[in-house]
Each structure stands twice: as structure tokens, then as C-alpha cells.
T-cell receptor, first 116, second 113 residues
Framework: NAGVTQTPKFRVLKTGQSMTLLCAQD?????MYWYRQDPGMGLRLIHY???????AKGEVPDGYNVSRLKKQNFLLGLESAAPSQTSVYFC???????????????FGAGSRLTVL | GQQLNQSPQSMFIQEGEDVSMNCTSS?????WLWYKQDPGEGPVLLIA?????ELTSNGRLTAQFGITRKDSFLNISASIPSDVGIYFC?????????????FGTGTRLTIIP
């Protein structure tokens, strides 16, 4: 019962380098999200997807791109990393819960990214 | 955008004490969720609230969905060491096809030996 799996767990980049964070879920959820967590800021939504082939911007999308080519995977890309992107990144997936429409999320364990 | 104010930001308590924290919003939510994050892990759902006025318990945890739909409360009774962590509230406005949660900034709970 893996739930939501993120890779890698840790990464150190130099300014200007690119990288991709991978998120995989095995719960057949339609919705997937990428959040970043910074001290004192809580969780801020970067991008999200409401289904395979769809993506949308969240609260802090600049400097990031995403793709959802397969339902179970949601990729977060940094084309040219900046020190301001040093953070812990969390992927989450969710599905509508019954008639209430509530979207209860399951989170991955996080990916800690440091940009020097 | 919507903002959630969560308080207190941090709490230092002794084992066995009761804990109360709350979350207030500038706008109405139709769902309130409470998550807990252990060090080095992702948030895990504790309690979900779906109706105004609803009071729901999960073991020693009790959460309430405020009548105005702009606030929610979480209480922990008789705290134990494993309660240490960061607690996040989250609110959702039901909007099919655009389901997003807004998270509070978290309450960090520390238990003093």
C-alpha cells in the first residue's frame, strides 16, 4: 500500500540547473497537486491537475512546470533553479468523497531541494 | 486569494495537558480538514468536517466546524509525546473541476519533559 511516492527525497542543485521531481500514486485518484513548504508559510500550492492530460496553476507557479501524461504520475520541473526555490516539496493526490464533494488529500513524504 | 489564520503558531505544553487550536478564514468554506505533520514526513489527515456546526472526534482529538463556516477548532485531550508535530487546518470551497485546498500556516506543538 504505497499511496503517494515521491522521488528523489533529497537533491542539491546549483543555480541554473534543471531537474524533475516525480510523484506516483496508486490509488487511482483524479486530482494531483504539488505544494511547497517553507518555514512559517505553511503549504502553498504550485500547480495541480484535475485529471490525466490536464494541469493548472496554483498560488505560486512561477519558475515551475508540470506534466500529467499518465493518471498515476505528476511531474514537477524546474528549468533553471534559483536559491528561492530551496524548499521541501510535497506531492498529494485526492479524489472526491461521496456527495459532499470534499477532496481529501493523501500526501507523499516530501522532497527536500536545496539550490546553491 | 483566501487566507487562513491559524493560531497559536506554536505551543509548549507538558504531557497530559489539553490543547486547543483554531483556524479562521476571511471567506466561507464548505469543508474543513485537520492534518498533522510529523518531522520529516508529509501531512496526514486527522479529521474531516463537512457541515457547519459538526463536531467530530477521532480518539483524543475533537474538531468542530464553526457555525459561520469561517472557522474551525481542534482540541487534543491528555496530550502524549507522539502528539508532537505541526498541525495544519485546511479549507475547501466545493467547486467541482477545480478542487483546491487552502492551508493554514500551522501550529507547532512541542511537549516539554
Amino acid at each position: 500500500n504505497a499511496g503517494v511516492t515521491q522521488t528523489p527525497k533529497f537533491r542539491v542543485l546549483k543555480t541554473g540547473q534543471s531537474m524533475t521531481l516525480l510523484c506516483a500514486q496508486d490509488m487511482n485518484h483524479e486530482y494531483m497537486y504539488w505544494y511547497r513548504q517553507d518555514p512559517g508559510m505553511g503549504l502553498r500550492l504550485i500547480h495541480y491537475s484535475v485529471g490525466e492530460g490536464t494541469t493548472a496553476k496554483g498560488e505560486v507557479p512561477d519558475g515551475y512546470n508540470v506534466s500529467r501524461l499518465k493518471k498515476q504520475n505528476f511531474l514537477l520541473g524546474l528549468e533553471s533553479a534559483a536559491p528561492s526555490q530551496t524548499s521541501v516539496y510535497f506531492c498529494a493526490s485526492g479524489g472526491l468523497q461521496g456527495s459532499s464533494g470534499a477532496n481529501v488529500l493523501t500526501f507523499g513524504a516530501g522532497s527536500r531541494l536545496t539550490v546553491l | 486569494g483566501q487566507q487562513l489564520n491559524q493560531s497559536p503558531q506554536s505551543m509548549f505544553i507538558q504531557e497530559g495537558e489539553d490543547v486547543s487550536m483554531n483556524c479562521t478564514s476571511s471567506s466561507i468554506f464548505n469543508t474543513w480538514l485537520w492534518y498533522k505533520q510529523d518531522p520529516g514526513e508529509g501531512p496526514v489527515l486527522l479529521i474531516a468536517l463537512y457541515k457547519a456546526g459538526e463536531l467530530t472526534s477521532n480518539g483524543r482529538l475533537t474538531a468542530q466546524f464553526g457555525i459561520t463556516r469561517k472557522d474551525s477548532f481542534l482540541n487534543i485531550s491528555a496530550s502524549i509525546p507522539s502528539d508532537v508535530g505541526i498541525y495544519f487546518c485546511a479549507g475547501q470551497t466545493t467547486n467541482f473541476g477545480n478542487e483546491k485546498l487552502t492551508f493554514g500556516t500551522g501550529t507547532r506543538l512541542t511537549i516539554i519533559p
